[in-house]
């Protein structure tokens, strides 16, 4: 089993930045890709911005909304994922959550999230 802790939401008015952590435990040597997805209010939940987990170089997408504005990392030592977030804008406001996809059996775990809003 893993277990995903995100932190680092809150209030940040338009153009400001937020940095999200991710913080897994448990059975962490078994998790593969990792991503962050979020869902805001009324709407699917999408995902944000991925990075793969076979060892470095690491290579991430993103979602076209977030593009350029968004960069995501991880620090396999830490077993942590981090979503560095810039410009932000009043439509990245929703609730982000974290995910890991188990490298052998596919299973995806999930964090109970972290609210982010965008407002002035």
């Known amino acids: 089993q893993v277990q995903l802790v995100e932190s680092g939401g809150g209030l940040v008015q338009p153009g400001g930045s937020l940095r999200l952590s991710c913080a897994a435990s448990g059975s962490s040597a078994s998790i593969g890709a990792m991503g962050w997805y979020r869902q805001a209010h009324g709407k699917e939940r999408e995902l944000v911005a991925r990075?793969?987990?076979?060892?470095?170089?690491?290579?991430?997408d993103y979602a076209d909304s977030v593009k350029g504005r968004f960069t995501i990392s991880r620090d396999i030592a830490k077993n942590t994922m981090y979503l560095q977030m810039n410009s932000l804008k009043p439509e990245d406001t929703a609730v982000y959550y974290c995910?890991?996809?188990?490298?052998?059996?596919?299973?995806?775990?999930w964090g109970k999230g972290t609210l982010v809003t965008v407002s002035s």
């Open positions: 995910n890991a996809e188990n490298k052998w059996t596919s299973i995806n775990y």
């Open positions: 990075i793969t987990g076979n060892g470095r170089p690491y290579y991430a």
